[in-house]
């Protein structure tokens, strides 16, 4: 009876989980995945000139006149389609379907996607973090629950981010290395770094290991996914894909939807000021260009971050976790654009600091960092008129948190 009651639970948190996402999502307009059909969907037409089109500051605004005509054409001018800053290869691949596909049937299709991979995902955060400790049916309820309140799931879903697959992908990586499948760990890790190069890093936890050949599978699978873009989509577009990215990185968007600590100190420096930065006059979002000491103390701070995990988690009985945890929270919080939506990878592993942590102490820092994340908490602070500033900040806080958790699981 206990086994069904479990089970009944699990079921009821999936099918409920999907429900609800469809439900707030389907049939609708997702901005980000907009720059991937809008790539796709130029290249197979052989208009392969407008992929890398941007707007002067890159980001808030439309990316081309010419992809609003486009969208004009599908039934969707009054939708905003963003930049892309993807790889040419990817927009290669799913040419054929953007083609074929209006906007909304193409959104629709990678939704049910990102919903299987967001079910997936649970089942590998767990087995990383807690694997024969956690009951199924406590995890996955902590963790859907935790997915229903909490903005970053809400955003990821809102824009059917491709950070979906690529967290989906991460979590794979490190589910196969705990259990001994190294080669598919650096192919799954390899790839995760091809659709955004931010995974790459976590890369350092093979090199912590010394795990030389799940090190070398991630490179050379990475490297043979770029000679296999060359041979698709040419050099020239990969020589206007890396002015895109810098076109990218020389702005940053003070939003409460960065959380970085670059975008932090950012804020606040205008808060101080009484400014509200040289890009666009909304309190909500503000262009400006990165750069400068905020960045510096950025870097300093993911070096310090790297050395802490080397050294309190050497030696340690199951390091993988801990490690994961705590160098996700750190590369998030130290990069230029800490996407609200990144952080669905740490809050993935959040639930097992019950599981590594007293729970007097685990328990309480659990609900005060989703807390800190959390749609009501946004909703009540937007309404109040409140400076993003603080949001960011909250959000930065909860990213310290989980690294400082996640150095303190560590089991000698």
């Known amino acids: 009876m206990r086994r069904r009651t479990e089970t009944l639970i699990v079921v009821v948190a999936a099918m409920a989980s999907i429900v609800l996402i ?9 901005q980000d995945l907009s720059a991937l059909y809008f790539a796709a969907r130029s290249y197979g037409l052989g208009q392969t000139e407008l992929i890398y089109l941007a707007p002067d500051r890159f980001f808030g605004a439309v990316a081309s006149p010419e992809w609003q005509d486009m969208a004009l054409q599908l039934g969707h001018g009054d939708e905003l389609v963003l930049p892309y800053v993807y790889a040419p290869l990817w927009a290669a691949v799913l040419a054929p379907l953007a083609v074929r596909l209006d906007p909304i049937a193409f959104y629709n299709l990678v939704l049910v996607v990102h919903i299987g991979f967001f079910l997936w995902s649970i089942l590998l955060a767990r087995r990383i973090a807690a694997q024969g400790s956690a009951p199924l049916w406590a995890w996955f309820g902590i ?23 690529v967290t989906f992908l991460v979590l794979l990586a490190f589910e196969r290395y705990r259990a ?14 091809a659709i955004k190069i931010t995974p790459a890093i976590l890369a350092v936890i093979f090199l912590m290991d010394r795990h030389w050949r799940a090190a070398g599978v991630a490179a050379a699978t990475g490297l043979g996914l770029l000679m296999l873009s060359l041979a698709i989509a040419g050099l020239p577009l990969h020589i206007a894909f890396w002015e895109q990215l810098q ?98 990878g740490p809050l993935y592993l959040l639930p097992g600091v019950l599981w ?37 900040s909250l959000g930065a806080a909860s990213l310290c948190a989980m690294f400082w958790l996640a150095i303190l699981s560590v089991s000698p």
């Open 247 to 344: 076109r990218a990185s020389a702005y940053m968007v003070l939003t409460p939807l960065n959380l970085g600590l670059e975008a932090v100190i950012a804020r606040w420096g205008e808060v101080i000021s009484g400014g509200l930065g040289s890009g666009m006059e909304d309190k909500a979002l503000t262009v400006v260009e990165s750069g400068g000491w905020g960045g510096l103390l950025s870097m300093a701070v993911l070096i310090l971050g790297l050395a802490l995990i080397w050294r309190v988690t050497r030696g340690a009985g199951q390091p993988v976790y801990p490690r994961l945890l705590a160098l996700w929270a750190l590369v998030i919080l130290c990069g230029p654009l800490a996407w609200n939506h990144y952080l669905i």
């Open 22 to 30: 469809w439900a707030g999502f389907g049939n609708s307009w997702h």
């Open 180 to 193: 001994g499948a190294w080669r598919m760990a650096g192919i799954a890790l390899g790839l995760a770094a």
């Open 143 to 165: 963790a859907a629950l935790i997915a229903l309140v909490s903005t970053p799931f809400l955003n990821a879903f809102w824009h059917n981010q491709p950070q979906i697959t």
């Open 356 to 392: 590594h942590l007293p729970r007097r102490l685990a328990a309480p820092a659990l609900v005060m960092i989703v807390l800190a994340v959390s749609l009501p908490l946004q909703v009540v602070l937007m309404a109040g008129q409140t400076d993003p500033v603080w949001l960011m």
